[in-house]
């Protein structure tokens, strides 16, 4: 079945860069997504690449796509405090026509000044 | 330009009462969902609606009855709450369109006591 799986928390220094990591198991899936949640709120889009890019770049982020390793990650360059979230890569579901989305369980990013 | 409003932002209920949560959307959208949020299970999908006066079960419906009488509303019932009922729920919209993300509400804060 379709299933989105992330690692659960990364920490990282203030300055650096973070990457989070997603394996995705749909090889249809039209786009991939990453959404962030910050404490207390709702999710929020946060960048999307399509199925034929294999990269995409917006200011500090990063989104690599290998669609033969079904991975995509989330690079932040120059991470900065605001960046602590909950990191969700989700991937549209092609099983009937409801526009649902797999989810993974969410990268928690802690940055440490 | 109010988004997705969810309504209330916080309730306590007691074991067998029931209350209704509200979502609203002001875009126009067809699709509408209804998550659930709990620590270390991400999201997981309650019930769903493809358009007006449809509705569908998701991956963790029992419990719950959901109702899509106008297009920008989508109201999710409890009936006879329940201690594993308490949650944070996420209401999201989207439309039809190759790219189109769902958006999400602030969610709604419930503890069954």
């Known amino acids: 079945g379709e299933d989105v799986e992330q690692s659960l928390f990364l920490s ?15 090889s249809s899936s039209t786009y991939l997504y990453w959404y962030k949640q910050e404490p207390g709120a709702g999710l929020q889009l946060l960048t999307y690449i399509f199925s034929n890019m294999d990269m995409k770049q917006d200011q500090r982020l990063t989104v690599l796509l290998n669609k033969k390793d079904k991975h995509l990650s989330l690079r932040i360059a120059d991470t900065q405090t605001g ?28 940055v440490n000044p | ?7 209330p932002k916080f309730r306590v209920l007691k074991t067998g009462q029931s209350m209704t949560l509200l979502c609203a959307q002001d ?12 620590p270390g299970m991400g999201l997981r999908l309650i019930h769903y609606s493809v358009g007006e006066g449809t509705t ?10 959901v109702s ?16 594993s009922q308490t949650s944070v729920y996420f209401c999201a919209s989207t439309t039809t369109g190759r790219n189109q993300p769902q958006h999400f509400g602030d969610g709604t ?4 006591l």
């Open chain 1, 12 to 26: 990282v220094r203030e300055g650096d860069s973070s990457v989070i990591n997603c394996t995705y198991t749909d």
């Open chain 1, 83 to 110: 960046d602590s979230a909950i990191y969700f890569c989700a991937e549209t579901s092609n099983a009937g026509n409801n526009r649902k989305l797999i989810w993974g369980l969410g990268t928690s990013l802690a």
């Open chain 2, 1 to 7: 330009n109010a988004g997705v409003t969810q309504t």
């Open chain 2, 27 to 38: 875009m126009n959208h067809e699709y509408m969902y209804w998550y659930r949020q709990d």
């Open chain 2, 56 to 65: 569908a079960k998701g991956e963790v419906p029992d419990g719950y009855n």
């Open chain 2, 68 to 83: 899509r009488l106008k297009k920008q509303n989508f109201l999710l019932g409890l009936e006879s709450a329940a201690p």
């Open chain 2, 109 to 112: 804060r419930l503890s069954i």
